[in-house]
């Protein structure tokens, strides 16, 4: 499975982070970023979170279909 976070469309809201919390964390300056090893951990809320993000910066694919 493949994560991709925008960074230049990331806003820092958090709902990534909130959703999947052993995927995802935020940086110093409150950006979204994977955790190491998110992307191998295939955790069912990951679509989930990748929908939760309120400007679409988190897009996953493989394993499934692409979501956006």
């Known amino acids: 499975m493949h994560i991709d976070i925008d960074q230049d469309v990331c806003i820092g809201a958090g709902q990534c982070a909130l959703t999947a919390p052993d995927v995802f964390t935020q ?3 409150g950006y979204s970023t994977l955790l190491p090893g998110g992307e191998d951990g295939g955790s069912p809320l ?23």
């Open 46 to 68: 990951l679509r989930e979170a990748a929908r939760a993000c309120p400007v679409g910066a988190i897009t996953v694919s493989g394993a499934g279909r692409e979501t956006p």
């Open 27 to 29: 940086d110093d300056d």
